[in-house]
């Protein structure tokens, strides 16, 4: 049989060989109560996707006979990881931790499929784990301002991809705000500065890749990298700088412009998004490129993860969850072969 897709694609897929799972009105969904939060998950998935509201019950009160999808958290495996088997008797959905389970239920509810009469899930044994901890997406609330629907929803959907931080970008000043002009040696100056303020406060300090420049930077600060792909102008050079300073400590954001930033162009005959990233954005080059081969010298372990960016720049008509059908393609970017 072909194997499902599954977005973002996971570490292991593979047919179990059996017929599908076939889900029913009367299919329960067996779970303690303690993770209820992952049962309501499921539910809202499943009533979403095929109408149908699925039971649930405790595992003390399900036959052991009855077929049924389980849910667990096992507590053995990598953070945020799970397993999903699938068999014509069962579903089981185990993950390592809370975060692990939820995604093995996004996973599960991608699965569902029409079939005659009724509803299934094909038979698959899937086994999956993250990369990277951060998978992030970015949404430019300073440019244009959206209600908190718009904001939640697009939480709602891109956690479906598996992203897991949201980051709210505010602009003090930008490419249509004033700046005042600063020579590179006072830049540098004013970044150690801040980096140093900001840690001792508790904070980390996370600053675009042109900060790496800085001599003294605090040791905790995260790099963003929002060059290309194949970077240019020695964009990785200033990127090294994070990963040079403490190395066991350094760490980079991955953001390439041309790869995964939500506001350019995916179809040429699109009315919305931006071509300056290196033109229209393919689905090959959201989809292909590798986080640890964009700056040079820089190891799995220096890269806290990836973040897809959505600048609010178009103007009046562009809303967050213009970029959702984008986001589905630049998931896989968030990390390679991830939860």
Not at 135 to 144: F, N, P, S, T, W
Not at 156 to 164: E, I, P, V
Not at 213 to 239: C, S
């Amino acid at each position: 049989m072909a194997l499902p897709s599954v977005v973002p694609a996971p570490a292991s897929i593979e047919a179990d060989g059996s017929a599908p799972f076939a889900l029913t009105s009367g299919t329960p969904i067996v779970a303690a109560a303690e993770i209820a939060d992952a049962t309501e998950a499921l539910q809202s998935l499943i009533e979403t996707r095929t109408g149908l509201r699925l039971d649930t019950r405790e595992p003390a009160d399900s036959a052991a006979d009855a077929r049924a999808i389980v849910l667990e958290i096992a507590g053995d495996g990598a953070a945020e990881s799970y397993r999903l088997d699938v068999t014509e008797a069962s579903v089981i959905v185990s993950g390592t931790d809370a975060a692990g389970l939820f995604y093995g239920v996004q996973t599960l509810g991608q699965l569902v499929e029409p079939a005659p009469g009724g509803w299934q899930i094909p038979a698959v044994r899937i086994v999956d784990a993250p990369r990277f901890a951060y998978r992030g997406v970015m949404l430019d609330v300073a440019r244009h301002f959206h209600d908190v629907a718009t904001v939640k929803a697009y939480i709602d959907r891109t956690s479906a991809l598996k992203f897991t931080h949201l980051h709210l970008h505010l602009h003090l000043t930008d490419d249509q705000g004033w700046r005042l002009g600063t020579s590179a040696e006072d830049y540098d100056c004013f970044i150690g500065r801040v980096s140093r303020l900001a840690a001792s406060l508790g904070k980390t300090p996370v600053a675009w890749h042109e900060a790496g420049t800085a001599t003294d930077l605090e040791p905790t600060t995260v790099g963003q990298f929002w060059g290309y792909v194949e970077p240019i102008d020695g964009m990785d050079a200033k990127a090294r700088g994070f990963t040079a300073v403490g190395s066991d400590q350094g760490k980079l954001i991955l953001s390439p412009a041309d790869a995964i930033y939500l506001d350019m162009k995916f179809d040429a005959d699109s009315p919305l998004g931006l071509t300056w990233a290196r033109g229209v954005t393919t689905a090959r080059r959201a989809y292909e490129w590798d986080p640890a081969e964009v700056v040079d010298g820089v190891a799995d372990e220096q890269i806290l993860g990836v973040e897809a960016p959505l600048w609010t720049s178009q103007g009046i008509g562009f809303t967050p969850l213009d970029g959702i059908p984008w986001a589905v393609e630049v998931a896989a970017g968030a990390d390679r072969g991830d939860a």
